[in-house]
């Protein structure tokens, strides 16, 4: 709360005559004056601590602007409420922003952030004092924006950090490089908090470790492919798989620590992973053409809930397969994962792109979707996957003729 207090100052403390709660707007003018306040005395690096290129100098005024809302958040000592997406990205990121300041962290295992999850996180966090929720590595589509409105007229500050293409409804308040160009998408969310992180105070050795692991996770060319990095990367993913909706990191930790359990995990995750790859790759149906189109049924392979999951095994199909053009699908009852080699995205195709059409032609057939450039995904109504499919290679095979 804001409070006026009246009375001497003395050498390390004030001798109060009186002390009254200031009624709510009053409170706020303090509230915003401080803020104002604690922003001018910040410091920050002139530029990214990580990676210098075109795209990180047009992003840094809103790593730094972010960077400075949490610093503030910190000193004003408002609950934080961090909500990261279950998978390497996400948890990386995670990983980082804690270390830099103290938040109630919890798993999100969907892209979309739902009336549901705003209203469970309102009773969490409470309404008092501005507190602060920052979504990580999801929640930048249209179809979070109805439950991020209910956080802000709860009162609450809303952080969002993510690199997934946004909704073009988006109030512009996020930190998104996909905002900029459809190639923004390859700086992950959990690179991006490691920038923030960077800036905030955490030691810059101990972030590019976990950025390396953030963009493992996500295929991102930005550090390379060093082989510790996608080990830990799936080792991340595969608990995620395997861990409720609403997990904290505390688990995570103690699993990275534990050099034993680790590289039990590592083995018996390359293993699943190998073994259903082979059962898809035994199941595949190949269009040849200037973009070659690759497709294979997932039932009987992908459990709900168990490890590897569909897109995992989709990603391990790709990497076999990904000589020259290449558009990758792995559907099952429910869902197309879809992934599009370089070759075909030069050539006009985009998994996003794919899913958002598919979403506004068959409204009635599908549910979701959406992705990056490279990588997406098509959340069907049951009994329909096959006839979106169907339409999803036709739209393909028309794109390439193109």
Same mark, same amino acid.
């Given at each position: 709360? +804001?409070v =006026?207090?009246?009375?001497e100052?003395?050498?390390?403390?004030?001798?109060s005559?009186?002390?009254?709660?200031l009624?709510?707007?009053?409170?706020?003018?303090?509230?915003?004056?401080?803020?104002? !306040? /604690?922003q001018?005395s910040?410091?920050?690096?002139?530029?990214?601590?990580?990676?210098?290129?075109?795209?990180?100098? #047009?992003?840094?005024?809103?790593?730094?602007?972010?960077?400075?809302?949490?610093?503030i958040?910190?000193?004003?000592?408002?609950?934080?409420?961090?909500?990261?997406?279950?998978?390497?990205?996400g948890?990386?990121?995670?990983?980082?922003?804690t270390?830099?300041?103290?938040?109630?962290?919890?798993?999100?295992?969907?892209?979309?952030?739902?009336?549901?999850?705003?209203?469970?996180?309102?009773?969490?966090?409470?309404?008092?004092?501005k507190?602060?929720?920052?979504? &990580?590595?999801?929640?930048?589509?249209?179809?979070?924006?109805?439950?991020?409105?209910?956080?802000?007229?709860?009162?609450?500050?809303?952080?969002? /950090? %993510?690199?997934? @293409? @946004?909704? %073009?409804?988006?109030?512009?308040?996020?930190?998104? @490089?996909?905002?900029?160009?459809?190639?923004?998408?390859?700086?992950? $969310?959990?690179?991006?908090?490691?920038?923030?992180?960077?800036?905030?105070?955490?030691?810059?050795?101990?972030?590019?470790?976990?950025?390396?692991? =953030?963009? +493992?996770?996500?295929?991102?060319?930005?550090?390379?492919m060093?082989?510790?990095?996608?080990?830990?990367?799936? *080792?991340?993913?595969?608990?995620?798989?395997?861990?409720?909706y609403?997990n904290?990191?505390?688990?995570?930790?103690?699993?990275?620590?534990n050099?034993? &359990?680790?590289?039990?995990?590592?083995?018996?995750?390359?293993?699943?992973?190998?073994? =259903?790859?082979? #059962?898809?790759?035994? !199941?595949?149906?190949?269009d040849?053409?200037?973009?070659?189109?690759?497709?294979?049924p997932?039932?009987?392979?992908?459990k709900?809930?168990?490890?590897?999951? +569909?897109?995992? /095994?989709?990603?391990?199909?790709?990497?076999?397969e990904?000589?020259?053009? &290449?558009?990758?699908?792995?559907?099952?009852?429910?869902?197309?994962?879809l992934r599009?080699?370089?070759?075909? *995205?030069?050539?006009?195709?985009? $998994?996003?792109?794919?899913?958002?059409?598919?979403?506004?032609?068959? @409204? %009635?057939?599908?549910?979701?979707?959406?992705?990056? =450039?490279?990588?997406?995904?098509?959340?069907?109504?049951?009994?329909?996957?096959?006839d979106?499919?169907?339409?999803?290679?036709?739209?393909?095979?028309? #794109?390439r003729?193109?």
């Amino acid at each position: 709360m +804001a409070v =006026a207090v009246r009375g001497e100052t003395r050498e390390n403390s004030i001798e109060s005559a009186s002390v009254s709660v200031l009624e709510e707007k009053d409170a706020e003018r303090v509230q915003q004056e401080v803020e104002e !306040k /604690i922003q001018k005395s910040l410091e920050f690096p002139e530029g990214p601590s990580l990676v210098e290129d075109e795209m990180t100098e #047009k992003l840094w005024p809103k790593i730094a602007g972010t960077a400075a809302r949490i610093i503030i958040a910190k000193k004003l000592g408002k609950e934080i409420l961090l909500r990261f997406h279950g998978d390497a990205d996400g948890i990386s990121g995670a990983f980082a922003i804690t270390d830099v300041l103290r938040a109630k962290a919890f798993q999100q295992n969907s892209a979309v952030y739902s009336v549901r999850d705003a209203l469970r996180d309102i009773s969490t966090i409470g309404q008092e004092g501005k507190a602060v929720v920052i979504l &990580l590595d999801f929640a930048s589509n249209n179809a979070s924006l109805e439950a991020i409105s209910l956080l802000k007229a709860a009162g609450l500050e809303v952080l969002i /950090i %993510d690199h997934h @293409p @946004p909704g %073009d409804r988006n109030n512009g308040e996020m930190l998104n @490089p996909a905002a900029y160009s459809p190639e923004g998408s390859k700086y992950p $969310a959990g690179y991006l908090a490691c920038e923030i992180a960077i800036a905030c105070g955490m030691e810059k050795d101990m972030a590019r470790k976990l950025a390396g692991i =953030a963009c +493992a996770g996500d295929k991102s060319p930005l550090f390379g492919m060093e082989k510790e990095d996608v080990e830990k990367a799936m *080792v991340l993913d595969f608990l995620a798989a395997h861990i409720s909706y609403g997990n904290n990191l505390s688990f995570y930790r103690k699993v990275m620590k534990n050099e034993s &359990l680790f590289s039990s995990i590592a083995r018996q995750a390359e293993e699943s992973i190998d073994e =259903a790859t082979q #059962k898809a790759l035994a !199941k595949e149906k190949t269009d040849e053409g200037a973009v070659r189109i690759i497709s294979f049924p997932l039932e009987g392979i992908v459990k709900k809930g168990e490890w590897p999951p +569909a897109g995992k /095994i989709t990603t391990s199909v790709f990497e076999k397969e990904k000589d020259g053009p &290449l558009v990758c699908i792995g559907h099952t009852e429910r869902s197309l994962i879809l992934r599009i080699s370089t070759g075909a *995205v030069d050539m006009g195709l985009s $998994a996003n792109e794919l899913a958002g059409g598919i979403m506004e032609s068959m @409204p %009635d057939f599908v549910e979701g979707g959406g992705g990056h =450039a490279k990588a997406g995904a098509i959340r069907t109504r049951a009994g329909f996957a096959k006839d979106v499919l169907n339409e999803l290679i036709r739209r393909i095979k028309e #794109k390439r003729k193109v």
